[in-house]
Structures are given as C-alpha cells and as structure tokens.
C-alpha cells in the first residue's frame, strides 16, 4: 500500500477520534465561543454497569460558572449525577426541565448533580442556567479537559449524562438527551445500592 494513503488514512482516523472523544466535530453549525462546532447527538442509549465492572470517576475539580470551586472527590458518599451539556446544544436545552426535576426531587435523598458546561462561553452558559431555572452547580468547561478526563467511560455526545455511585464509580451513561423517566428510576436504584 501506498505510504501516503496509509498515512492520510491514519491520519483521518485520529481526527475522527479526537472529535468524538470531545463531544463535537468541527465546521461549525452551531457557534459557541470557541469558534462554531457541531455537537455529535446521542441516540438516548443507556448503559448500566455491574458493581464490579465500575470504574472510578476522574479527578475532576474547578471552578464553577458561579465562581465556587468544586470537587467531585469531595461529594464521595453520595450518588452524583454528571451531566455534560451547553448552551448550543438544542437537545441539552431539551432535557434541562427533567434534570432539574430529578436533582429537586432527589437532592434531599444523598443525591447531588454537577452540570459540566462544555465549549461554551460563559455568559452564554450562565444565559441558559437561568432561562431554564438549573439550580445545580456546572463547572465551566470551556477547553474539554474535564470531559475528556472521563476516558474510562467517556460520554461522547453532548449531551451525556453519568451516574456515579457512592464509591465515586461510573454506575450509568446515558448518551444523548435524557427524560424525568428514564433518569429518575436510575438514579433511585443506585441510590438503593448497599
């Protein structure tokens, strides 16, 4: 074979890599402040992973669109809901009034939600936090250095939404938009888990 095309084949499939990994392919359908790109749609699958088959989340700490720092490490004890979105996203804006639901009606149960705001302005971020009422804290993500430190069970989609049980493990990824129904009863059986 030729060792240009092999080459130029290589070198297609890195891209092609680098774009799903991130969550977006380039050319710039949407705009974000990062200078246009087009999220790549989750079809809504579920994967649920048995206790001992977990990995464990990431380290993943910063500061909030709110200026707060926080860290995943610190919420260990309590089911996490990770959900990686932004404001271009037209299903994240989709599924913003049933993650809201879920965090409202669980927060009290151990539950806690942590929104990571990917290539995103953030104004335009904070924009969407208030349109669509988001009560829970989002890191600003802007660069994708949070999103691609969940390689172990990377979310691929904008937008994903992780389960982390008590132990700080990926328990659920959902790829793509999300509803009350299909969250709510995962999120309730991880936090039943012994």
Not at 51 to 72: F, H, Y
Not at 105 to 130: I, T
Request: charged content about 20%; glycine content about 12%.
């Amino acid at each position: 074979m030729n060792p240009r095309i092999s080459f130029a084949r290589a070198s297609v499939g890195v891209a092609a890599l680098v774009g799903v990994l991130s969550g977006c392919a380039g050319n710039g359908a949407s705009g974000d402040a990062a200078g246009g790109t087009r999220f790549v749609a989750g079809d809504g699958s579920t994967t649920q992973i048995a206790a001992a088959e977990r990995k464990p989340a990431p380290v993943a700490s910063g500061a909030t669109l709110d200026g707060k720092q926080v860290s995943l490490a610190d919420l260990r004890g309590k089911v996490v809901v990770v959900n990686f979105w932004a404001s271009w996203c037209a299903p994240c804006r989709g599924e913003a009034p049933s993650l809201e639901q879920v965090y409202t009606e669980n927060k009290g149960r151990g539950v806690e939600f942590l929104g990571v705001n990917f290539k995103d302005s953030a104004e335009n971020a904070k924009a969407f936090e208030r349109k669509f009422k988001v009560t829970y804290p989002s890191f600003h993500d802007a660069d994708g250095r949070i999103g691609l430190g969940f390689r172990e069970v990377p979310p691929n989609a904008i937008p994903s939404t992780l389960v982390l049980d008590k132990q700080g493990r990926i328990a659920v990824r959902i790829l793509g938009a999300t509803t009350y129904s299909k969250l709510n009863p995962l999120v309730a059986k991880v936090l039943a888990e012994k």
